[in-house]
């Protein structure tokens, strides 16, 4: 395999000695950034964006012709698995993510099967294309959403904030939310190992909603999936287990027990102190986090002292990869992006001497 020309971001994964801290942003290719608005215009829909691979590769591209990130990620979008199943997946101006077909009773939760990996080759056309259009500068991190995650969309049939019907789902029929979970585990498991197979050089499983469980519900419910997804990766092109992200919103309560999944590194939202974090999980994983997207709307100067004070809280020593603690709003000047990327790559280098 080609030596990437940039591989911090890998080392940070694995907490081996890097030069500075690495950073890349959730969503950094995205409405923020009006050549994205302007390619996403040209594609007419977001899934007809996401199904085409030379312009989901186009605005993969994007971010990293503006700013000097240390990582790009797969452009797709957690619920392509169950629109692959049938869900029938469209996304509304204003709305956020909609299914025609939720699932709404009793058979249709047990008819659901994993989907034909047929209809998400379009994903793993993207990812190929992107690799190849990196030219091993930078490594690519393929994604998926979490099991509970996925349910809880899938179940609600839209966005909330709640999912009041999926999380009660749980407690009257836990084992019709087990049959959902086990089946997103399989689809989840077999489609990033069609990432893998396509050339993702890191895996983020994105938990979004399972720091909406209760603390006895989120193991159950949530980890112990994610752990099964974990066991079931293949290796990646060199051979050896590619490293691994797990990012669970709100999930502060449980970093112990997450540290212990195998996951290479746990991503952090702004609620939780890294510097606490690092203290609780030790050396077993690398954090990733944390700065409040909102810090984004401020000063210069206000994002520079906000850098700073989460690279101070992490300390010294590797394994930490600046992130925020959720994806980038759609309203945030790229000026104040640039802003943030500079003076995580310019304060960092200290903590690394």
């Known amino acids: 395999m080609p030596k990437l020309l940039n591989d911090v971001f890998l080392k940070a994964l694995n907490r081996e000695p890097v030069p500075y801290t690495p950073v890349w942003m959730m969503r950094q290719a995205g409405r923020y950034l009006p050549e994205y608005n302007a390619t996403r215009s040209r594609a007419g829909s977001f899934m007809t964006l996401c199904k085409s691979h030379d312009l989901a590769t186009e605005v993969t591209l994007q971010p ?102 999926a999380r009660s789902l749980l407690y009257r029929r836990p084992d019709l939310m087990h049959h959902l979970l086990q089946v997103n585990t399989q689809a989840i498991t077999e489609y990033l ?73 746990l991503g952090l939202d702004w609620s939780t102190s890294i510097h606490k974090a690092r203290l609780r999980v030790g050396e077993k994983v690398a954090l990733q986090g944390n700065l409040d997207p909102m810090a984004l709307f401020s000063s210069s100067t206000v994002i520079e002292a906000q850098v700073s004070e989460i690279l101070a809280d992490f300390g010294f020593g590797n394994g930490h990869i600046f992130n925020l603690g959720h994806g980038i709003d759609r309203n945030t000047p790229p000026e104040n992006a640039a802003v943030l990327i500079d003076a995580v790559h310019r304060l960092s280098i200290p903590y690394h001497l």
Not at 73 to 94: H, V
Not at 220 to 230: A, C, M, T, W
């Open 64 to 165: 990293l012709e503006r700013f000097p990130l240390d990582a790009a990620i797969l452009f797709s979008d957690i619920l392509t698995i169950p629109d692959a199943m049938g869900l029938g997946l469209s996304f509304i101006e204003g709305e956020g993510p909609r299914f025609a077909h939720p699932l709404q009773d009793e058979s249709a939760i047990l008819s659901i099967r994993a989907p034909d990996p047929n209809n998400l080759n379009y994903v793993m056309e993207t990812a190929s294309s992107i690799r190849r259009a990196l030219n091993n500068k930078i490594p690519l991190i393929g994604f998926s959403g979490s099991p509970f995650t996925l349910a809880c969309y899938m179940i609600e049939g839209h966005g909330n904030t709640d999912f009041a019907i």
């Open 193 to 265: 190992n069609g990432q893998i197979s396509s050339g993702v050089q890191s895996i983020m499983i994105f938990d979004t909603w399972g720091g909406l469980l209760s603390d006895s519900n989120y193991l159950p419910f949530s980890l112990n999936y994610i752990q099964n997804i974990i066991n079931g990766l293949n290796p990646g092109e060199d051979g050896i287990k590619i490293p691994t992200i797990l990012y669970t919103k709100g999930g502060g309560n449980w970093l112990e027990a997450m540290s212990l999944t195998g996951v290479n590194c």
